[in-house]
């Protein structure tokens, strides 16, 4: 490995280490692996008025704010038991993304607390942890580090990984050349073979061909109780399927939360 590529392991090494460190906070005896506590997030939007320096300083003279605020998520409680496979559905821009990425501690809340008992695998957006100047194996190395694996851990999981994924052919090939289906199908499966306690998808597996899905779904559909998922998933089919229970979330708020049949059918009626 390049001299460029170990300082680059090295740094993803250490935001690991203090992601873990924040992200685990270990309560004994406690069944709830997460804790979502009236959490809410919003964005500030910049405005047409806002643009340039000369017209900063003048709306700030004048009082004039140069963005508009956007409330994304609005006071949403919840809580998620381990082994618990939980399902978030809900329009586009909705809120989902948004919470997964407070959960995977990308965005800080404005306000409410998270608290997770355990070790997180974040899948949510494409590109993140990936370096398409590297090849498909120093990828795996390099996003193992950044989940908090050593190289010799990794050395045991890699022929595993590349086996569940179906690259071996393209491991030593750069990922820029890689398509953005198969560049999913190595990040899932460094994330279910990484076996955090809490593993959390995107709809991204969305991109992967019909083989693959399937093959995600034997996945889901084998997992024990020890493993907890959370998947945000436009797929009623999936939430039928696989969850436990599930979290209908429109404009920010938590509007149906339990059975993954009513909450489905609930989904299915927003479009009505
Ligand atoms: N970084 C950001 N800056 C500003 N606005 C954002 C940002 N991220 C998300 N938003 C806004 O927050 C809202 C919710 O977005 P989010 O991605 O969470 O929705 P979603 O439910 O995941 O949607 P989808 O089903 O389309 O993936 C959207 O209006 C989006 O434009």
Avoid at 23 to 46: A, C, R, T
Wanted: proline share 2%; with cysteine; hydrophobic share 40%.
């Amino acid at each position: 490995m390049s001299k460029q590529n170990q300082k680059e392991l090295k740094k993803s090494k250490k935001a690991s280490a203090s992601k873990k460190s924040s992200s685990e906070k270990l309560v004994e005896g406690s069944q709830d692996i997460i804790i979502v506590d009236h959490l809410s997030k919003s964005f500030k939007l910049p405005t047409e008025r806002s643009w340039g320096l000369k017209q900063a300083i003048f709306n700030r003279l004048k009082g004039i704010k140069g963005y508009t605020k956007q409330e994304v998520l609005k006071d949403i409680s919840f809580t998620v038991k381990k082994g618990e496979f939980l399902g978030i559905v809900g329009r586009n821009g909705s809120g989902k993304s948004t919470l997964l990425k407070i959960l995977a501690q990308i965005y800080t809340p404005d306000s409410g607390s998270i608290t997770v008992h355990g070790s997180l695998v974040p899948f949510i957006e494409l590109g993140v942890g990936f370096n398409p100047e590297l090849t498909g194996r120093e990828n795996v190395y390099m996003n193992g580090a950044m989940l908090g694996f050593s190289n010799e851990e990794m050395d045991q999981m890699f022929d595993d990984i590349v086996e569940f994924a179906e690259l071996a052919p393209f491991m030593d090939q750069k990922l820029k050349n890689y398509s953005s289906g198969m560049q999913v199908r190595l990040a899932f499966s460094i994330a279910i073979r990484a076996r955090g306690d809490i593993l959390i998808l995107d709809e991204i597996l969305a991109v992967g061909d019909a083989a693959f899905q399937e093959k995600c779904n034997q996945y889901f559909a084998s997992l024990d109780k020890s493993q907890t998922v959370i998947l945000v998933t436009h797929s009623m089919e999936n939430v039928r399927e696989f969850c436990d229970r599930a979290i209908l979330i429109d404009q920010g708020k938590i509007i149906e939360e339990g059975d993954p049949e009513v909450v489905a059918d609930a989904y299915l009626k927003l479009f009505s």
